[in-house]
């Protein structure tokens, strides 16, 4: 679909530099020719974290809204269009608003060396600045210690989910060099939550809070939280509560759902009652997250007997994570379209989902010139034991794979492959 914004975000993805180049300089100088507009936000929580930040973002939004309150969300990759990364009240910013933004920021930048992001983050902050809501939630776009997002002078929270390898390339090789640049988002007197973390990840993160003087607020032994029944339990100094599973599948939830509880009552006069916490829990909506699909096209190009997911997962532990939910579905033939991006790790990524897939056909990811090749990310697959092809299209694919007894079936490995699918799907 072209919307009147299309041409001008299609002139900023080509403004130099064309590479991705984490500094802050750029940013700073641009928000200073728009006067500051990350000084003049609503009340901020800000998140980062390399699995779980978003269904994080999206479990406390739905929790504060479930109270009444005006929630603003800046999110990313979107899934079909731009405007999805922008949600102004929760709902994602107006064609007009948005070309009327990208033109002003454009304009203040003056031709000056710039990344899409960066830019695009500026039009947000423009866009939040300018609306009242009565608090932001921002998510990081990579990293967070030179995240173009990390300008905030100081946020109410800082939340850190699961921390994982992925953009080793940008973030470091070791769990301690990543840790250390999420752990940029922690501002001084700023409570900072954190979910359990591995051993290395979690001895950076007390270290970080300890010189910046950032209080860490973590899992284990702030809060605790413990599936529990149909729903789980959760615990912390302000005393217990005994909430509704997420409305987002997937055991891995309840540890999203458990920091976004934890910050949700630590906010102060913001502090949502424990009715809008578990209305929120149940309410919540993350698209291309291990998302059952029912109709629309693509699922046309099924059969009736056959179930669609598309899982928008695409790093080893997103990989183990996917694994572990389709492993607790009832069983039946486990067919799976994959496409990844080169900079994946599409080994790690497969060998958690090995075991269970008994055919696999590989394709391009649609709009992306980083994408792994087809016919080489198909190599990899029956490395690990999976018989795989290559095909061309996801419909291409989806036709090969709806044979034989009815099947599970899933668009997975990329969110830009996910995105393409619920565009394709309608």
């Known amino acids: 679909m072209t919307t009147p914004t299309d041409p001008i975000l299609d002139r900023m993805s080509r403004l130099h530099p064309k590479a991705m180049d984490l500094s802050l300089g750029r940013m700073r100088r641009l928000l200073g020719a728009l006067d500051h ?15 779980g930040k978003g269904s994080t973002l999206a479990l406390l939004s739905a929790m504060l809204e479930a109270a009444g309150y005006r929630v603003h969300r800046y999110v990313s990759p979107h899934l079909i269009r731009f405007n999805e990364r922008i949600l102004m009240a929760g709902q994602p910013i107006a064609d007009a608003t948005l070309e009327a933004l990208l033109v002003d920021v454009e304009r203040a930048n003056e031709d000056a060396p710039i990344t899409f992001f960066e830019i695009t983050t500026a039009a947000a902050f423009e866009a939040f600045a300018r609306s009242p809501a009565d608090i932001l939630l921002l998510e990081t776009g990579l990293g967070g210690r030179l995240d173009a997002t990390n300008v905030v002078p100081r946020p109410l929270l800082t939340l850190i989910s699961s921390i994982s390898f992925d953009h080793e390339a940008w973030l470091g090789s070791t769990l301690t060099a990543i840790a250390g640049e999420k752990a940029g988002i922690m501002r001084r007197a700023v409570p900072a939550l954190s979910v359990a973390q591995r051993p290395a990840a979690a001895v950076t993160l ?23 029944g149909d729903g789980f339990f959760f615990a912390d100094a302000a005393g217990s509560l005994t909430l509704p599973a997420p409305s987002l599948v997937g055991a891995h939830q309840v540890e999203n759902a458990g920091l976004a509880t934890a910050a949700a009552r630590r906010l102060g006069k913001l502090a949502p009652p424990a009715k809008a ?5 149940q309410r919540a909506s993350w698209p291309a997250r291990l998302q059952r699909v029912r109709e629309g096209r693509l699922v046309d190009l099924a059969r ?6 598309i899982d928008g997962s695409h790093n080893p532990d997103g990989g183990l994570m996917s694994a572990a939910f389709f492993r607790s579905l009832p069983p039946r033939p486990f067919r799976v379209v994959l496409g990844m991006l080169a900079s994946k790790d599409a080994r790690g990524y497969l060998g958690h989902l090995a075991p269970l897939v008994d055919r696999l056909i590989t394709v391009p990811v649609p709009g992306s010139d980083a994408g792994l090749p087809p016919p080489e990310l198909a190599s990899v697959a029956r490395s690990l034991g999976i018989e795989a092809t290559a095909a061309t299209t996801i419909d291409a694919a989806l036709s090969a ?24 799907n309608g």
């Open 401 to 424: 794979l709806a044979a034989g007894p009815p099947a599970r079936l899933a668009i997975m490995g990329s969110l830009y492959l996910a995105g393409a699918a619920l565009a394709e």
């Open 277 to 281: 916490i578990a209305a929120g829990l």
């Open 206 to 228: 007390r270290q970080a809070s300890a010189r910046i003087g950032a209080p860490l607020v973590v899992e284990g032994r702030d809060w605790r939280v413990q599936p529990s």
């Open 304 to 309: 009736p007997e056959d179930e669609l997911w």
């Open 37 to 51: 507009p990350e000084r003049r936000l609503p009340p901020v929580v800000h998140i980062a974290g390399t699995n």
